[in-house]
């Protein structure tokens, strides 16, 4: 329960700005992994085909959302969300340090350390930041805006540090980064007072020094710079409402303390039941994510069977509750068609973003007839910057993918700052110069939009709100699909209209992200509202677990349209990835098809919303229980 005596700052809990950088780091460290992941399959030691990397990558997304459901439970009955978090994150640390070992089993063994820690960390220490706040307070909604902010802070800044980091210097140092943002968010939690300003002040310091001292061009630096100044801004002030306190001790605890030392398994306690079912379902995840077929087909079997026991809910309810459960059920399909198609964003995008996008900026030059027989000395992370049209001693020819990267990794082996290299008729065309914005680096596009324009779309739904003019849940869904759509369309559109090189613009791939994001924040705030506020109170858990579980349906959806793009042929050292000429138009035409049926299902839901609204009931409060009969003590019939 909240403690109404709490000391505050700004009008929120002290406590509040804990649980803000807390969450911070949990996500950067987070983020910072998933934005090498692909990469880190294709290119790293383990050489998968795209195909298999795609499956992988949509198990374990699958799989992360799947398991907050289980890890609320068992924070619920036994653990509490404080002993909860503390497990989920430091499993999620091991797992981001085992990250950095090039072994097939250790890669996998990670990734279950991290889908079991999500699962324990993710839904509990929202719980312990609804907690700071009593029953019915008008500042809630407030609290968890600011934590959301938080979030997305650590969700921009780690793509910038971690993604640049593990492509430029390697991937067990990226690795290394998001391993250390996770035990400091992990210190952030359980430390005392003094020594999490310090752990606050020390973190935000060292990290936005990282951001400047990586800055490679002026592009970059911008963006660093601005990422910088928010996170040093928002440890100022966490630094000076923990000056009033921190975390009050009671937050998070369990609700059944005795629950946790209560013997009921093979004379085990219940808190050491659960650690035991933990290192259980180690092993079991890692064979999954190897298996993601039968991960995909599990996972399958508990939607279908989540959707069935929500419809026999919604038909034997009373209409109200029947009606606002079809909403739900409907709203629910909608959503998962819309992450589907979001979660390009760290599969095929991503490797479009890696092939495809012309990422070069400054200085970049053509070569010309007056550079033949010249010698030009160019940075090493540089001289490949004109690929495919040939490359220092080539012949002019096409280079592909595969190629090219292995002449990157005997450059970082052979530690070479420079190249010199002299220009024959062969060269002419051929760009050289410029700086590289890393592919990882543009993951950090989504969250950097959502800090920008989030309080916006907040500010924008209050002021229609007062005037009667916001927005119905079904229409901002369909809002959503339809800017989703029109995103996937400007990255078609890029394709269509590349250079003879196979080469996209990169301001078109920023374009399509910022129509991604406002479709987000059309639809992913007022999803979750509107299942706590249409799902009757006796099964209102039940219902959010599974729209979680839909959302992790979803990642199985989007790793089968992700397949679509495969491009790469073999694995291992026989991988071959094509030239950009030979692979824009494939990745063209299947965000081309996503864009089409992301704009259908936008109309489709705009079609229903009449419909959907009438369903919601707006003007009913609540739905009266129907009156239970009983006996009268005397034995006789009541009175009619």
Not at 14 to 43: D, I
């Amino acid at each position: 329960m909240a403690d109404n005596n709490q000391r505050t700052l700004f009008g929120h809990p002290v406590g509040l700005y804990t649980l803000f950088f807390a969450e911070m780091w949990e996500r950067f460290s987070f983020y910072g992994m998933r934005a090498l992941l692909l990469l880190y399959m294709t290119k790293g030691f383990l050489k998968f085909g795209d195909e298999i990397a795609y499956g992988i990558y949509a198990a374990y997304g699958a799989m992360v959302y799947a398991t907050p459901f289980i890890g609320g439970i068992l924070a619920d009955q036994i653990l509490g969300p404080r002993r909860a978090v503390v497990l989920g994150g430091s499993l999620m640390a091991a797992g981001h340090l085992l990250m950095g070992v090039e072994h097939k089993w250790a890669f996998f063994f990670a990734l279950a350390l991290l889908i079991l820690g999500n699962g324990f960390f993710k839904p509990n220490i929202s719980t312990i930041v609804g907690s700071l706040y009593p029953e019915g307070s008008s500042k809630r909604d407030g609290g968890f805006t600011l934590f959301y902010m938080g979030i997305n802070l650590g969700a921009a800044i780690a793509p910038l540090l971690c993604g640049y980091v593990g492509e430029v210097y390697g991937w067990h140092m990226g690795f290394g980064l998001a391993t250390i943002g996770m035990l400091i968010g992990l210190a952030v939690f359980v430390a005392p007072t003094g020594l999490t300003q310090a752990f606050i002040v020390t973190g935000a310091l060292a990290t936005a020094t990282g951001l400047f001292r990586i800055s490679d061009n002026d592009f970059q630096l911008m963006v660093n710079t601005i990422t910088a100044f928010a996170l040093l801004a928002a440890a100022g002030v966490a630094t000076m409402a923990l000056g009033r306190g921190g975390l009050p001790a009671e937050a998070g605890r369990p609700r059944n303390p005795e629950a946790c030392s209560r013997v009921s398994f093979l004379g085990l306690r219940n808190d050491t039941t659960v650690f035991l079912g933990v290192l259980l379902a180690l092993p079991v995840v890692t064979l999954l994510l190897q298996r993601n077929e039968v991960a995909t087909y599990l996972l399958n079997c508990f939607g279908l069977a989540a959707f069935v026991w929500l419809a026999t809910q919604a038909m034997t309810s009373r209409k109200v509750e029947r009606d606002r459960l079809l909403v739900v059920l409907i709203m629910m399909f909608f959503s998962m068609l819309f992450w589907a198609f979001f979660e390009q964003a760290g599969s095929s995008i991503n490797n479009f973003t890696d092939r495809n996008i012309d990422r070069v900026l400054e200085e970049e030059r053509e070569l010309t007839q007056a550079d033949v027989g010249k010698t030009i000395e160019i940075p090493a992370t540089q001289e490949l910057l004109g690929f495919p049209d040939g490359r220092p001693g080539s012949t002019g020819q096409m280079v592909n993918l595969t190629e090219l990267e292995k002449i990157r990794t005997t450059l970082k082996e052979e530690k070479k700052q420079t190249i010199v290299w002299t220009v024959t008729s062969a060269h002419i065309g051929m760009d050289i110069g410029g700086s590289e914005i890393k592919a990882s680096m543009f993951q950090a596009a989504n969250p950097i939009f959502i800090l920008i324009f989030g309080l916006v779309f907040t500010a924008l739904w209050d002021f229609l709100g007062k005037s009667g003019r916001e927005p119905s849940v079904p229409f901002k869904f369909s809002l959503a699909l339809l800017q989703l759509g029109l995103g996937f369309l400007v990255l078609w559109y890029g394709a269509k209209h590349c250079d003879e090189r196979g080469m996209v613009a990169m301001n078109l791939l920023v374009l399509g992200y910022l129509l991604h994001t406002t479709g987000e924040l059309c639809l992913s705030p007022v999803g979750l509202s509107m299942v706590t506020r249409l799902s009757p109170a006796r099964i209102v858990s039940t219902v959010m677990g599974a729209w979680f579980l839909a959302t992790s349906l979803s990642h199985i959806l989007a790793g089968i349209i992700a397949k679509l793009t495969a491009v790469s042929h073999g694995e291992g050292k026989e991988q071959v990835i094509p030239p950009p000429i030979e692979t824009v138009h494939i990745y063209g035409d299947v965000f081309g098809k996503v864009g089409i049926a992301a704009l259908i299902a936008g109309v489709l839901c705009m079609m229903l919303v009449p419909f959907l609204k009438a369903w919601i009931h707006a003007d009913v409060v609540s739905e009266p229980e129907p009156e239970e009969h009983t006996e009268e003590p005397t034995g006789l019939s009541p009175s009619p």
